[in-house]
C-alpha cells in the first residue's frame, strides 16, 4: 500500500511536470473531486462539498482591471455531471432586475435601470477564448451558464447562453466601435428553448411601491440544462450549479472529464453589462478520475469497493471517491 502511494504521488508529479503546470504560479487549477452522492442545488453547502480543495480564484474589472475582488471555487462530479459552487462576498443582496417604481405624483409605474447581482461561469466553444469580451484581437464562441440572483433563481435555473465575439458583423451582434481602430460586434444569445422567467406587464393600479417586473416559470430545451441556486447571508453570496457534461444540445460545449477544460468566471455586483469584474482563464481539471485510472492500472486489488481503499505514506487510511 506504501508504495502504491508513493507510485501514484511519483506518477501525478511527473504528469505535472510534463504539462508544465508546476513552473506557472498564475495557472489556475481547478480540481473536481468524484462523488456517487450529488449535492443538492439549493445554495447550502452539505458534506460531500467539505471532500473538495477550493480553489480562490482573484477577478477584476473586465474594463481597467481595478477593485480585485476574490471568488472561492469547489467543484464535484459524477460519472456524467458536473457540481460547481462559488463563494463571493457581496454587501447588497440584490435579488430584483428593474422592478417596477411607483411615482406617487404621476399615480404610475416606472422601470428604471436597476441591477440584480449575478454570476457567469463560461466555457470556450469554438476560437480563440479570451475573457475579454471587447476586443480586436480574439473570435470566439463561449457557452455561458449565466446566473440571475432577480430572475432565474426563485426557480432554481441559471440562463443558458452563448457569447460570439467578432470583428465582423453577425446576426444578432451589437456593434462597438474601438475608437477609429475597429469594431467589435458581440451576440449574447439565450440557448433554444423557454427561459425560466418572462417580464410581466406593468400594472394598472397602485400594487406597492416595488413591484418585480419579472414571473417565473418552468424552463424547457436547451435553455433548461442549467440547474443553480445561490443564498445571500448577509455578507456573501453562496451559489450551486450543476449541468451534464453533454447536454446533447448543439448550442452547449460538451465537457470532457478525462482531460482539461478551460473556462473563465465573472461576478457581477449591482453591476450592469460591461461593468462587470472577470478572472483569467482556469483550468477545470478531473482530478479523482485520473487517480482512479493510475489506480486500476497500476495495482486493480486494491479496488475494495467501488470506491477506491488507501493508506498513505504516513499510515493514515483514505478513501478515492
Ligand atoms: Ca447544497
Ligand atoms: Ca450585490
Ligand atoms: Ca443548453
Known amino acids: 500500500m506504501k508504495n502504491l502511494f508513493v507510485i501514484m504521488s511519483g506518477f501525478i508529479l511527473c504528469f505535472y511536470a510534463e504539462y508544465g503546470r508546476c513552473d506557472d504560479p498564475t495557472h489556475l487549477i481547478w480540481e473536481s473531486s468524484y462523488t456517487k452522492t450529488p449535492p443538492v442545488i439549493d445554495g447550502k453547502l452539505e458534506e460531500v462539498w467539505e471532500r473538495t480543495k477550493p480553489l480562490t480564484v482573484t477577478v477584476r474589472e473586465a474594463i481597467g482591471g481595478d477593485n480585485p475582488g476574490q471568488v472561492v471555487l469547489r467543484a464535484l462530479n459524477t460519472d456524467d455531471t458536473l457540481f460547481v459552487m462559488a463563494q463571493w462576498p457581496d454587501d447588497t443582496k440584490s435579488i430584483m432586475r428593474d422592478p417596477y417604481i411607483w411615482n ?89 428553448g423557454t427561459s425560466s422567467y418572462f417580464l410581466k406587464s406593468k400594472p394598472s393600479s397602485f400594487e406597492g411601491n416595488v413591484v ?85 492500472q497500476l495495482c486493480p486489488c486494491t479496488a475494495r469497493t467501488k470506491n477506491y481503499h488507501f493508506r498513505n505514506s504516513g499510515g493514515k487510511k483514505g478513501i478515492l471517491f
Open 104 to 192: 406617487a405624483e404621476k399615480k404610475a409605474y416606472e422601470r428604471p435601470s436597476k441591477p440584480d447581482d449575478q454570476f457567469a461561469l463560461e466555457f470556450p466553444m469554438t476560437g480563440k477564448f479570451d475573457i475579454r469580451m471587447i476586443t480586436l484581437s480574439h473570435e470566439y464562441v463561449a457557452d455561458v451558464w449565466h446566473w440571475k440572483a432577480g430572475r432565474g433563481n426563485p426557480v432554481g435555473w441559471v440562463d443558458d447562453k452563448r457569447h460570439i465575439i467578432s470583428q465582423k458583423p453577425i446576426q444578432g451582434g451589437v456593434e462597438y466601435s474601438m475608437g477609429g481602430h475597429g469594431n467589435v460586434y458581440i451576440a449574447r444569445l439565450m440557448d433554444e
Open 212 to 296: 418585480d417586473s419579472f414571473e417565473q416559470r418552468q424552463a424547457a430545451g436547451s435553455l433548461a440544462d442549467v440547474r443553480g441556486k445561490g443564498i445571500h447571508d448577509g455578507k456573501n453570496w453562496t451559489l450551486e450549479m450543476s449541468r451534464k457534461f453533454n447536454t446533447g444540445h448543439n448550442d452547449d460545449a460538451v465537457i470532457n472529464p478525462s482531460k482539461d477544460n478551460i473556462c473563465a468566471i465573472a461576478v457581477l455586483d449591482d453591476e450592469l453589462y460591461w461593468e462587470h469584474s472577470v478572472s483569467s482563464l482556469i483550468t477545470l481539471r478531473f482530478f479523482s478520475l485520473f487517480i482512479k485510472h493510475v489506480n486500476l
